[in-house]
């Protein structure tokens, strides 16, 4: 299974810290190769070459969302995803020291084997989300840039890791009407005018999407109103895909009615 293309990184832009020493260890920071609304992400070089990246939060970013996030890395430390050396603060910045996950699944072109590399994908997300609601979490953001692949050697692709666990938070915590969403694709429920529930529905709904986007090979892109009228999930039924069809109950504008994500991953396979 191999990526026919993957999107190049961005390099235009250096932190602020430019190197770092912590117990003993000098790490260098490099070139940005991704960013998001409160952060960017670099590469980072250590002594023994190990391949890390740090993520650096806004200054205008709130130091308890970058505390959260590195809380949450060390509460969920697991295959799905990426290991966490060490978070601090300097000149009103949160830094995150972590491992190289790979490339967003949103930079990746897939010509062959779609369905295949989707299910695979699939092993990771959705293992890597019933952890989370298996502990009374949602994560609230996945999409295709916080599913991250290892491209090894000839392209092959390895394991698959969950990242941006910034706004990881119990269901308890909080509703959605108050809490960070995906709007890259945002649920039917929170486009609803109903009660704004945050459930780990809300994941699994982003989780087939990003599968179905992976499996189709193309861009999806659902509005507001589509999305409300139940469009991804009939489309899928629809599909000529045998995978993509497998995907339809995940995608239901009705939350009480989508799969657990191990109930999914049971679907696939």
């Not at 602020?16 to 070139?31: A, D, N, V």
């Not at 430390?77 to 990426?82: D, G």
């Not at 969950?162 to 486009?191: G, N």
């Amino acid at each position: 299974m191999k990526p026919t293309k993957v999107i190049a990184e961005d390099k235009s832009h250096n932190a602020p810290l430019r190197q770092f020493t912590i117990s003993g260890k000098r790490y260098e920071i490099g070139h940005q190769i991704g960013r998001g609304a409160y952060s960017s992400v670099h590469t980072v070089k250590a002594q023994k070459g190990r391949s890390l990246v740090v993520k650096v939060y806004s200054p205008k970013t709130r130091s308890m969302v970058w505390k959260h996030e590195a809380s949450m890395l060390r509460k969920f430390s697991s295959p799905w995803t990426v290991a966490l050396h060490a978070a601090f603060e300097y000149k009103g910045q949160g830094y995150l020291l972590m491992d190289h996950g790979g490339v967003p699944i949103g930079r990746c072109i897939f010509e062959n084997d779609r369905a295949r590399i989707a299910k695979h994908v699939a092993r990771y997300l959705l293992a890597g989300l019933q952890l989370f609601h298996s502990k009374g979490y949602v994560h609230n953001d996945i999409s295709p840039q916080n599913v991250l692949v290892n491209i090894r050697e000839n392209h092959i692709l390895g394991a698959v890791k969950i990242i941006d666990l910034a706004f990881l938070d119990s269901i308890q915590d909080a509703d959605l009407s108050k809490a960070p969403v995906a709007l890259w694709m945002p649920p039917p429920e929170y486009l609803d005018n109903g009660p704004k529930n945050r459930t780990s529905a809300t994941d699994v709904f982003h989780a087939a999407l990003v599968l179905m986007q992976i499996a189709r090979g193309d861009t999806l892109e659902y509005t507001s109103s589509d999305i409300i009228a139940n469009q991804p999930a009939k489309d899928a039924s629809s599909s000529k895909h045998s995978f993509v069809n497998k995907l339809a109950s995940s995608l239901n504008v009705d939350p009480i009615k989508r799969p657990t994500a191990d109930e999914l991953w049971r679907l696939l396979v």
